[in-house]
């Protein structure tokens, strides 16, 4: 029989950090979309680095930062007693940044696809760009949001590099099944590894399938 | 009364371009501005409703100043009171008829005229469609009732018929008026199609490259010399013949083609695809009532 710890870690932190993502993208991506400021360019720039850097490179520089040996981990761990290697905590924020784009990217470019009219109506019946974006826009890009959101919580489950730099391998702290795989194949427990790796497979498998299927029904219901 | 004073250099489609306008409207009026595309008339809407900030701007509207740059008074577009029909619509997708009427109701504003809208407007069979599923005239006539729900002082029209056929463009243009004179509204219409602009508008001004080239009544705009005829249509020409020392002129008017003999050198002058106005003034026409 295998531990079942790593698996409920892992569907732990994919499901805080989608839904804390949800939550810090919405504006961003919002903010992205419409706003002509110099910085865009770098803050889009930023957004998208975790889709092309090594998540060793990021996993290395948060555990520089994030090491109490530092000043900015000596401060958090002396303000606040937090300390974020090697915990769990530590793993949610990295995988908010490594995760980032999988929310941002599918978010903006729904917003982007929706007439600027749709605003502009909006503003002109005195409407706030909160109440805009909450009644008006994010229901209008329903499908862009689940995609993101199942994106962000597949891509969290899988993630690797960054959760070994920074969480090491501590049972029901930071050992996620994709660590607990790797720790399994290494002490030649095959089969055990083919347990987990069977589960992670069927979980984003189902995700994906599912995302697939509404949102073709979701398109059709609109175009119809 | 409506004081609009605008400034602007605009990116058009042959360089920059600037727009410089100042219109006087009266209240309850309607006035269409009419020019080619590309000649600012969409930009003085964006500027009147604040989606668009001039360089140098001054809007007073019944004696309240909504904008004045050299005073740096910029009012936002929500503190505007404006109803604007876009060309494409802008209705929201995820609701439907009625409840993108509702959308548009102020904080406590009295649900009531809803109601009166879908009544006016003939909307009260298509309240619970999703906004979607609707024709372009259906569409059209909900963005009208929704531009109106928050009571403007304004309304701006941009091109709001140009997308439909002649049949349904007539009807729309009813419905223009009716809300018009019921709610006592100042309508600015932005159009290039001359029939609809002689049946709506109390004063035109043209506008050619981002300045006011003429104003006046459409008559006194399009009509060079004063004509006082019997009936008069406004057309376009679709076909030109030469027939011996005369021309004949083919000109659609609605869906009919009408000819009309000109001289040589007023045939010389016109030309396949010219807006004109087919005037008869040497008899009665007869009167004969169609059965709907």
């Known amino acids: 029989m295998i531990e079942w710890g790593p698996i409920i870690l892992s569907l732990k932190l994919a499901g805080i950090t989608t839904l804390l993502l949800l939550v810090i993208a919405i504006p961003l991506s919002y903010w992205l979309s419409y706003t002509k400021s110099f910085t865009k360019p770098v803050i889009e720039t930023l957004v998208s680095m975790p889709l092309v850097l090594p998540p060793t490179v990021l996993g290395f520089y948060l555990l520089i930062a994030f090491s109490p040996a530092n000043a900015f981990g000596e401060f958090l761990n002396e303000s606040f007693n937090v300390q974020l290697v090697f915990s769990f905590e530590g793993l949610i924020i990295a995988s908010l940044i490594y995760s980032l784009p999988f929310m941002v990217h599918p978010i903006q470019s729904g917003l982007n696809s929706i007439p600027a009219s749709y605003s502009e109506a909006s503003f ?41 730099m920074i969480g090491g391998n501590i049972p029901d702290k930071t050992r996620v099944a994709s660590i607990a795989i790797y720790d399994e194949v290494e002490s030649l427990n095959y089969s055990t590894a083919n347990v987990y790796s069977l589960i992670l497979f069927s979980i984003t498998f189902i995700i994906l399938l599912t995302v697939y299927i509404t949102n073709g029904r979701y398109m059709k219901r609109i175009w119809k | ?37 590309g000649a600012g008339k969409t930009s003085i809407l964006r500027m009147i409703s604040g ?15 909504w904008l004045d740059t050299s005073r740096g008074i910029n009012l936002k577009t929500q503190n505007r009171r404006i109803g604007y029909v876009f060309q494409d619509y802008a209705l929201f997708p995820n609701m439907t008829v009625k409840e993108n009427l509702w959308y548009a109701l102020e904080h406590r504003q009295d649900p009531v005229i809803i109601t009166q809208l879908l009544d006016i407007i003939e909307l009260e069979s298509l309240k619970n469609r999703k906004s979607g599923t609707l024709s372009g005239g259906q569409k059209q006539r909900v963005s009208l009732a929704r531009a109106l729900v928050g009571q403007p002082d304004i309304l701006l029209l941009d091109e709001p018929l140009s997308a439909l056929d002649e049949g349904i463009r007539s009807k729309l243009q009813d419905y223009i008026l009716r809300v ?59 076909e030109k013949s030469k ?39 040497a008899f009665n026409p007869l009167i004969l009532k169609l059965n709907n």
Do not use: C
């Open chain 1, 124 to 164: 002109v019946m005195g409407k706030s760009r909160t109440t805009t974006l909450f009644k008006v826009l994010l229901p209008n890009i329903r499908s862009s949001l689940l995609t993101g959101i199942v994106l962000t919580f597949a891509h969290t489950i899988g993630e690797f590099g960054v959760v070994l």
């Open chain 2, 1 to 37: 009364m409506i004081i609009l004073k605008f400034k602007k250099v605009l990116d058009a489609i042959d360089g920059k371009m600037e727009l410089d306008v100042s219109l006087n409207i009266s209240e309850n009026s309607l006035i269409t501005i009419f020019g080619e595309s």
């Open chain 2, 51 to 65: 989606l668009m900030v001039p360089d140098h701007g001054y809007i007073e509207v019944n004696g309240k100043t």
């Open chain 2, 180 to 238: 018009h004179e019921k709610y006592n509204l100042t309508t600015i219409l932005v159009s290039h199609d001359l029939p609809e602009i002689f049946k709506l508008s109390d004063q035109i001004f043209l506008l050619n490259k981002g300045k006011i080239e003429r104003s006046g009544t459409p008559s006194e705009v399009f009509l060079s010399n004063k004509i006082s005829g019997k009936y008069r249509f406004t057309g376009s020409i679709i």
């Open chain 2, 243 to 281: 027939n011996d020392v005369v021309y004949v002129i083919g000109v659609l008017v609605g869906n009919n083609l009408i000819k009309v003999i000109a001289t040589e050198d007023e045939g010389n002058s016109l030309n396949i695809g010219d807006k004109v106005m087919v005037v008869s003034k």
